[in-house]
């Protein structure tokens, strides 16, 4: 849906860089993409020509927010394949799984790591999302954390996920792997 080629992305990643430098901000920034779960997507597990982050060859896909794509077996069969590390983004977000919590651990038996978004534990994506991401973080299921940032909304409520318990239960718990990104 998203015309985002690898070029536009760098182009853009040179930009904020560029600023960063410019507002003496030091932080290091790098850019990949969140692929949506589709034959584009295959074809480019095929072509192996995903951006990527970290040294692991992450790569961070969704799937629908309706139903599960048909082809995410193979999608994931397919990127370790070609060896690639992939990320699930936001999988407290598929309501569709949470009756079923099997749907979860299967993506771990399959070696998939699962992001959380902070901003789900503020209960901004409704209870349902907030209590399963609650529960993900419970059973130690979650090895990523990431804003989802869209906008400045975003960023706000984000400040107020800062001192959620389960943020710091999170990363107490010492599954997360952002810092050796
Ligand atoms: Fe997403």
């Not at 992305?9 to 430098?21: D, G, N, S, W």
């Not at 059973?139 to 954390?145: C, D, E, K, S, Y």
Request: overall charge negative; hydrophobic content about 35%; aromatic content about 10%.
């Amino acid at each position: 849906m998203y015309r985002n080629t690898p070029d536009i992305i760098r182009e853009k990643l040179a930009i904020v860089k560029e600023e960063l430098i410019r507002r003496q901000i030091p932080v290091e920034i790098e850019a990949a993409a969140e692929y949506y779960c589709d034959e584009h997507f295959e074809k480019e597990i095929e072509a192996q020509t995903l951006l990527t982050f970290g040294t692991k060859k992450y790569v961070l896909f969704e799937i629908s927010f309706a139903q599960e794509n048909v082809n995410l077996g193979r999608a994931i069969f397919n990127m370790r394949l070609a060896g690639y590390t992939p990320i699930l983004a936001h999988p407290e977000r598929y309501e569709f799984w949470h009756g079923d919590f099997r749907k979860y651990e299967s993506m771990l038996d399959k070696d998939v790591h699962l992001q959380l978004n902070i901003n789900s534990l503020t209960g901004q994506y409704g209870p349902d999302t907030r209590r399963i991401s609650e529960r993900l973080i419970d059973r130690g299921m979650i090895t990523f954390l990431g804003s989802d940032c869209h906008h400045m909304g975003h960023v706000q409520l984000m400040n107020t996920a800062r001192t959620h318990p389960y943020i710091k239960k999170l990363i107490d718990s010492g599954n997360l792997l952002n810092a050796e990104l």
